[in-house]
């Protein structure tokens, strides 16, 4: 079995920055590839970033909305992996999810993850 659990979230400026973390325990090596969702109130939950299990810098995917502004890593060997979110805007308030998946390929659909965290909110004040 693999557990994922964050931190990180709170509260930010219009344009500042935050850190999330997301720590791995169980099997992970059934889980190459992990990613991070969020959601708003009212609002679908929406992809945002993902990466796999790669040699250094694995593979990685961005939702346009956060592209160029937020940048996903990991550190294997922490079994960590990490959203660092730059010019953060009222927009990006949301309950941020770690999940993790089976897949080799930097998926971006909520199917294709198994493994969920229980979020982190962030808030970015107007």
């Known amino acids: 079995q693999v557990q994922v659990v964050e931190s990180g979230g709170g509260l930010a400026q219009t344009g500042g920055s935050l850190r999330l973390s997301c720590t791995a325990s169980?099997?992970?090596?059934?889980?190459?590839?992990m990613a991070w969702f969020r959601q708003a109130p009212g609002k679908e939950r929406e992809f945002v970033a993902t990466i796999t299990r790669g040699r250094g810098v694995g593979l990685t995917n961005y939702a346009d909305s956060v592209k160029g502004r937020f940048t996903i890593s990991r550190d294997n060997a922490k079994n960590t992996g990490y959203l660092q979110m730059n010019s953060l805007q009222f927009e990006d308030t949301a309950v941020y999810y770690c999940?993790?998946?089976?897949?080799?390929?930097?998926?971006?659909?909520?199917?294709?993850?198994?493994?969920w965290g229980q979020g982190t909110q962030v808030t970015v004040s107007s």
């Open positions: 999940a993790a998946s089976t897949k080799t390929w930097p998926q971006t659909k909520r199917q294709d993850y198994d493994v």
């Open positions: 169980g099997r992970t090596i059934g889980r190459p590839t």
